[in-house]
């Protein structure tokens, strides 16, 4: 136990990070608790969100950071070499290493090829199913969007026609909302 105790007592910041004060009038937000299970990415953007206007203090980023982390990352950060973090970049790239099994991964464009409208199912189920895909698939594919849309449609779809007779140009368009 005293060795756990003696690893915990030395930290793995520099000693200008270790030094350095917090701004005067610094608010800490609250946080989302990393619990070691949910996409370390998505963590640390909404932690570089929270933090936007401090985000430029090295120190105070780092240890800040620290605060956001339940119990499983801090186990994580513990047993980190002493004086082995110099920056925040430093901080996030080891913490994404450390739980890159939970990053999600981006859906491939492919997976809209393979969604139609099921027999029996109503345009606005479809349009779910199909909306939640794209929303997955990392990059701005408008244009193939559009077409695996009007593709997924059966061909005597009311809406199948009206998108055939009057092309779509963007997805704002293709959703109603222009």
Known sequence: MSKALNQI?????????ERAAPPQH????TFTIYNGRTDSVEHVS?????MAVYSKDEALMCKVFLSSLGPVAMRWFD???TGSINSFEELTRAFSSC???CTKVPWPLDSLLSL???????????????WEMYNKIDGNFEDVAIST????????HGLKK???GKPVTSLRQLRGLD
């Open 9 to 17: 007592a030395k930290s793995p910041f520099t000693h200008r990070i």
């Open 26 to 29: 610094f608010h800490q937000p």
């Open 46 to 50: 909404h932690f570089n969100q929270r």
């Open 79 to 81: 047993v980190l070499r």
């Open 99 to 101: 739980f890159i099994t």
């Open 116 to 130: 139609s409208i099921r027999e029996g199912e109503i345009l606005k189920t479809y349009s779910d199913r199909y």
């Open 149 to 156: 849309f009007k593709s997924g449609l059966l061909t005597e």
């Open 162 to 164: 009206s998108l055939t």
